[in-house]
């Protein structure tokens, strides 16, 4: 069992020592430490493996102390709290700040014709271990946002800084207190792998944001796929390609409907609704899905099918998660947090492994195995799967009769993919430092489609499809 600790140290010799020891004293092994003083002094992550709870809440209580470290600093803050226009609203404000003896040196705020205000404020804070107590307390009660924060000689205070980045992606995401904390935790970690490659560390942040920005702005009412439809032999072929995410395929027989990958999850209703609006019988047609890999950006439909086609390794990937163990990605130090953060901004949930229809598993040592097949309109269609060098379970369809391969993403049309999918598919490599868990295997994988399957219509996991 692991637990990651945000602690508040001084900047000083023997802090990290202190921490040590009261960890190693509870039974718990360090084993992940991140700390950057150019970016801040005074916090620290700790990853620290135990064999119990019990052991993590000894762990908490003796590191108490290292939170509430007084440093004899003033700090000032300059914030800026919304506040509904009505009678007393700012009272519970001025009672938090009361509480903790926090001065005001400076307030502004004034009826502007809405419900609501904006109230600036400056606030002296004595004891600075008491910043994130403070700001926790307003923001119970209102929205607030970090304007300024007065820096003098020293680094900009991490407890400031991860807050506002914190509260930036709550604001983008709408995320309750645990995703805001699980986003600032792994965000560090990916700044910490930057860091040893010699990355500017806050490049990190600005990559995550503009991550979660991309994938609201393209929600909703904005969800605006490129769409086509191909006749391919006595099948009809939906192509839906989301500005992120996978691209969604659609076969649609006399009376049934195969898809291929099912996008993110933040999508699935826009995607679905989308869908229904080019088939309008949709909700009464058969329907079935089958998934080229595990990966979140290709599983956000499934919760809409009652049967999902996948390879044995891929569905041994959600089983691991309904067991509570860790995902293949998650696995990867490099992955690991980038696939947390893809989980936060998708909005993904486990879906459970119930309906899951196991086409067959991958036992030798080839690029690909044929693992099984099924029939769809009348067309056998063959699964094979890959040597895993994009993800475990990686796995290609091919229907030989219409010359068409479903290749996930161990093939993806980047020449023919829109400015947007573009745009998108730059921040997921620096953040993960390469898509592939294996790029060696997967460069074999995409040679072996290439030279199997020439004059096939190939169908990429990204962008449209395209003759091999």
């Given at each position: 069992m692991r637990h990651t600790y945000v602690i508040r140290v001084e900047d000083k010799a023997g802090s990290f020592l202190k921490a040590a020891r009261v960890i190693g004293s509870c039974g718990g092994n360090i084993v992940r430490t991140s700390y950057n003083r150019s970016v801040d002094s005074n916090t620290m992550f700790l990853e620290v493996a135990a064999d119990n709870e019990s052991i993590f809440d000894r762990i908490s209580e003796g590191l108490g102390w290292m939170g509430y470290l007084e440093d004899g600093e003033e700090d000032t803050i300059l914030i800026s709290i919304r506040i509904p226009d009505v009678p007393n609203a700012v009272i519970p404000v001025l009672e938090i700040l009361n509480r903790f003896n926090v001065n005001i040196s400076y307030m502004n705020a004034q009826d502007n014709g809405?419900?609501?205000?904006?109230?600036?404020?400056?606030?002296?804070?004595?004891?600075?271990?008491?910043?994130?107590?403070?700001?926790?307390?307003?923001?119970?009660?209102?929205?607030?946002?970090?304007?300024?924060?007065?820096?003098?000689?020293?680094?900009?205070?991490?407890?400031?800084?991860?807050?506002?980045?914190?509260?930036?992606?709550?604001?983008?995401?709408?995320?309750?207190?645990?995703?805001?904390?699980?986003m600032m935790i792994c965000s560090n970690r990916i700044m910490q792998i930057l860091d040893d490659r010699g990355e500017l560390p806050f490049k990190t942040?600005?990559?995550?944001?503009?991550?979660?920005?991309?994938?609201?702005?393209?929600?909703?009412?904005?969800?605006?796929?490129?769409?086509?439809?191909?006749?391919?032999?006595?099948?009809?072929?939906?192509?839906?390609?989301?500005?992120?995410?996978?691209?969604?395929?659609?076969?649609?027989?006399?009376?049934?409907?195969?898809?291929?990958?099912?996008?993110?999850?933040?999508y699935a209703d826009d995607t679905f609704r989308f869908i229904e609006s080019?088939?309008?019988?949709?909700?009464?047609?058969?329907?079935?899905?089958?998934?080229?890999?595990?990966?979140?950006?290709?599983?956000g439909l499934c919760p809409y099918f009652t049967k999902v086609r996948l390879s044995g390794t891929a569905y041994d990937d959600f089983l691991a998660e309904e067991e509570g163990r860790d995902r293949y990605r998650e696995s990867n130090p490099n992955h690991a947090p980038y696939y947390r953060i893809s989980a936060i901004i998708a909005q993904y949930r486990p879906f459970g492994t119930d309906w899951m229809d196991i086409i067959g598993r991958r036992n030798g040592d080839d690029v690909y195995e044929r693992i099984g097949s099924f029939d769809f309109g009348g067309h056998e269609f063959t699964a094979f799967e890959g040597n895993g060098g994009h993800v475990d379970g990686d796995t290609i369809l091919v229907c030989d009769d219409l010359g068409l391969v479903f290749t996930g993403d161990d093939f993806i049309n980047v020449r023919d993919s829109t400015k947007e999918q573009r745009e998108f598919n730059?921040?997921?490599?620096?953040?993960?430092?390469?898509?592939?868990?294996?790029?060696?295997?997967?460069?074999?994988?995409?040679?072996?489609?290439e030279s199997e399957f020439r004059g096939y219509l190939a169908c990429p996991g990204h962008g449209p499809p395209m003759e091999i």
């Open positions: 809405t419900p609501e205000q904006h109230f600036k404020m400056a606030i002296h804070i004595d004891d600075p271990s008491m910043t994130k107590a403070v700001l926790d307390g307003i923001a119970e009660y209102y929205e607030v946002t970090i304007l300024d924060y007065e820096m003098t000689d020293k680094v900009l205070d991490n407890t400031v800084f991860y807050m506002t980045f914190a509260s930036d992606m709550r604001k983008i995401l709408s995320l309750n207190d645990s995703d805001s904390k699980e942040f600005e990559y995550v944001r503009k991550f979660a920005e991309f994938v609201v702005q393209h929600g909703g009412d904005r969800f605006e796929p490129r769409y086509s439809v191909r006749e391919i032999g006595d099948l009809r072929m939906h192509i839906v390609e989301p500005a992120c995410g996978s691209t969604v395929y659609v076969l649609e027989s006399d009376d049934s409907l195969l898809f291929i990958d099912g996008g993110f999850s933040c080019k088939i309008p019988n949709l909700a009464s047609m058969e329907r079935e899905i089958f998934i080229t890999h595990p990966d979140l950006d290709h599983v730059t921040l997921a490599p620096y953040l993960m430092q390469s898509v592939n868990m294996d790029s060696d295997r997967a460069r074999l994988c995409r040679k072996y489609i």
